[in-house]
């Protein structure tokens, strides 16, 4: 069980909700819109989509403890990395072959959609496969992480209801940025605390670069955005008035803001707006799949 747990914590399983969350708002719309489920691909979306997130965790934490980041920063339930290296729970080579195993058998589910859904899969699973292996090396050291986590989060939305219909749609590519936003959002608040440790080790996050002060005023935009997205969605037919059960989070969000404009001087300090901020992230995302189905 030690051993099960500790792989449990290095692909930080908790995390991979986002995924979950992204998937099943593609699946939502493909019913929505066309009344498919095919419930065989939906696995293998589930499936693929997971081992690429657990893929870019553990080579986040392969490369970060090489650089010697994880070292230098004081780890939470949200940040710092997962503590399996610095803590010598696993090997640095068990984990960066794990990364890479993820990849590849998510890359495997890629090519059997892109055997039966043609090209335009293709293009989605080409990005996942190099911006995941780049992400840790070069992405999220030019201030591009929030962007690529974004990125991904469209495409996983647009991927899972391409796989099931077969048909690009606005509503999905709509639905994906909001999907996509809610997990730079969570990403962009969670570096606040290694904001040290980053700098120290050369690495230029958007909170770096930004400053902490302006870094929590972009922060509130990122979910005024999100929620402004939700409601005016309703209006051009890309959500549902149902959408609004999303804004149950609205108290998640408000905490999430509140907590970050204090007066932080440890990373710990930071772990009750990172809290909210996720719970903001997931039911704001899961509310919004289930509102798309009514």
Known sequence: MPFLSS???????????????????????????????????????????????????LLNDYWDHKRGIDSATSRTKFSGGTGVLPENILTPKAVYTAGVISLILGGAVGAYFVAVRGVTIAVVLGFAIVAIYFYSTSIVNSGLGELFVAIKGTMIVLGTFFVQTALIDLTAIYVGVIVGLLSATVLFVNSFPDFDADKSKGRKTLVIMMGKEKSSQVFAIFILVTYALIGTGIFFGFTKAYSLISFASIPFAIKAIVALQKNHKSPHDF???????VTYSRITGFALAVSLLF
Request: charged content about 10%; proline content about 3%.
């Open 271 to 277: 772990v009750p707006s990172m809290s909210a901020a």
């Open 7 to 57: 792989w449990l914590r290095a692909i930080r399983i908790r995390f991979l909700l986002a995924s979950v969350i992204a998937v099943s708002n593609g699946l939502a719309i493909a019913y929505w819109k066309f009344g498919v489920f095919d419930p065989l691909f939906a696995g293998l979306t589930y499936a693929g989509v997971a081992c690429l997130h657990a893929s870019v965790d």
